[in-house]
T-cell receptor, first 111, second 113 residues
Framework: DQQVKQNSPSLSVQEGRISILNCDYT??????FLWYKKYPAEGPTFLISISSIKDKNEDGRFTVFLNKSAKHLSLHIVPSQPGDSAVYFC??????????WGAGTKLIIKP | DTEVTQTPKHLVMGMTNKKSLKCEQHMGHRAMYWYKQKAKKPPELMFV???????INESVPSRFSPECPNSSLLNLHLHALQPEDSALYLC????????????FGSGTRLTVV
């Protein structure tokens, strides 16, 4: 049973436009949600996180929104840049502080 | 130093070989992790060390043997691996009990022939 789901395997966005990556979860006990970015043959890089007590967290071009009632979070990247092309993983932290990962979404920024 | 360093970056080994993967961090993190990642899949947790003690073993076969000699180092000893064990092996570290901001190494690309 997948507790964290990223239903879009890939997303293609024009450079300069907004990229929106989505993530759904099933466990209402998750207390932290994180987004990681991964380039091929490299380890994931932490991007941004949000606590379950908040509904928005912003860091530069990256904003994460959390809708607890819908068990849904999204990552907005504005404006999208070519260097943003990567695989983005959504992850949630359980009460043991272990990360439960989504399957990832490959973001392609078109010039 | 805000990095997790993994060596080697690439490793090719035969099914009868014994090899070790190494991971080092100097951020004062007391939790360290081994993950395995196959192409187009999320990282899979293998082992967790907290305060140099093994706290989680996700039913990993005994041909993978972790070791944490001190708070900065984490090893993964490999013996009698199978071709299906070929993957990217990632080390990560974090503060114990802190949900956010695991720091990952760049990984070791392992190929078993």
């Amino acid at each position: 049973d997948q507790q964290v789901k990223q239903n879009s395997p890939s997303l293609s966005v024009q450079e300069g436009r907004i990229s929106i990556l989505n993530c759904d979860y099933t466990n209402s006990m998750f207390d932290y949600f994180l987004w990681y970015k991964k380039y091929p043959a490299e380890g994931p890089t932490f991007l941004i996180s949000i606590s379950s007590i908040k509904d928005k967290n912003e860091d530069g071009r990256f904003t994460v929104f959390l809708n607890k009632s819908a068990k849904h979070l999204s990552l907005h990247i504005v404006p999208s840049q070519p260097g943003d092309s990567a695989v983005y993983f959504c992850a949630a932290s359980d009460r043991n502080y272990q990360l439960i990962w989504g399957a990832g979404t490959k973001l392609i920024i078109k010039p | 130093d805000t990095e997790v360093t993994q060596t080697p970056k690439h490793l090719v080994m035969g099914m009868t070989n014994k090899k070790s993967l190494k991971c080092e961090q100097h951020m004062g993190h007391r939790a360290m992790y081994w993950y395995k990642q196959k192409a187009k899949k999320p990282p899979e947790l293998m082992f967790v060390y907290s305060y140099e003690k093994l706290s989680i073993n996700e039913s990993v076969p005994s041909r993978f043997s972790p070791e944490c000699p001190n708070s900065s180092l984490l090893n993964l000893h490999l013996h009698a691996l199978q071709p299906e064990d070929s993957a990217l092996y990632l080390c990560a570290s974090s503060q114990v009990g802190v949900a956010q901001g695991y720091t990952f190494g760049s990984g070791t690309r392992l190929t078993v022939v």
